[in-house]
């Protein structure tokens, strides 16, 4: 038996609508993650939309998932390396867009749609990418929420933040994905140890984690929206209802 989550102080849009993860991407039709096609196919649809950022070598902000270029361009190389003017020039392998600037994101949407932004971190102590993303969201006027898995970038925005503030969290970190994180930090991660530091105004938890007492206790004692992700299947979805506020999904239209 499932129980109702206490009221809020975050915004009712942040979890209003289904949250297209990485845009409303289809590579079956040429529309790639985190591209402006995938943005506007989401604006298109009525959904909100997740991105991921990453920090170019002059310290901008593009939407890009990984941290290497390989995946999903005929480029090789880091992002990081790169200036942004050369990423806006890479073109993906499939489909005619180029990656994008968060700052072309954000005056695409022009506050049409939520957007849930995750800046992506190796957990390193470098918060220039989270500092860049604050720099674009202070002067953006429309729903945007930050989130992260790293609780360092979280905790460096706590206070300086206009946008609501969000911890992306599983309930284990034994993938190869996190092998080089300590054990201490993979059990600060797991029990968010670090909430008095971070003291998050959501949650975004996986799906396959679901139920777990962490969203359960976020959601219910402390009022707290939990959004799950990655939702691709019927009974994600249905598990979602049951214990989560929202969806983020891909691959097909809830």
Request: proline share 6%.
């Amino acid at each position: 038996m499932t129980a109702q989550p206490t009221s809020s102080s975050a915004p009712d849009w942040l979890t209003a609508r289904p949250i297209a993860h990485r845009g409303l991407h289809d590579i079956a039709v040429g529309i790639v993650e985190n591209s402006p096609s995938a943005a506007g196919a989401a604006v298109e649809a009525g959904y909100a939309i997740e991105c991921d950022v990453q920090l170019t070598l002059d310290e901008d902000a593009v939407v890009f998932h990984d941290f290497d270029l390989d995946r999903l361009t005929s480029e090789t190389g880091t992002i990081a390396s790169r200036t942004s003017k050369d990423v806006q020039s890479i073109a993906y392998r499939t489909g005619g867009d180029t990656i994008m600037s968060l700052s072309t994101l954000l005056a695409r949407l022009a506050g049409r749609t939520p957007l849930i932004c995750e800046i992506k971190s190796r957990f390193d102590g470098d918060v220039r990418l989270a500092d860049r993303v604050m720099s674009l969201v202070r002067s953006y006027h429309g729903p945007v929420a930050i989130k992260s898995f790293d609780p360092a970038v979280i905790a460096h925005l706590r206070g300086q933040s206009p946008a609501p503030l969000g911890i992306v969290a599983e309930a284990r970190y034994d993938d190869p994905e996190w092998s080089g994180l300590s054990d201490g930090l993979k059990l600060e991660l797991e029990q968010m140890l670090h909430f008095g530091e971070t003291r998050p105004d959501f949650l975004s938890y996986r799906v396959g984690d679901l139920p777990h007492a962490v969203p359960y206790l976020c959601r219910t004692a402390l009022g707290m929206p939990v959004m799950t992700w990655t939702v691709r299947r019927p009974d994600q979805h249905l598990l979602s209802r049951l214990w989560a506020d929202q969806i983020v999904f891909e691959g097909f239209r809830p």
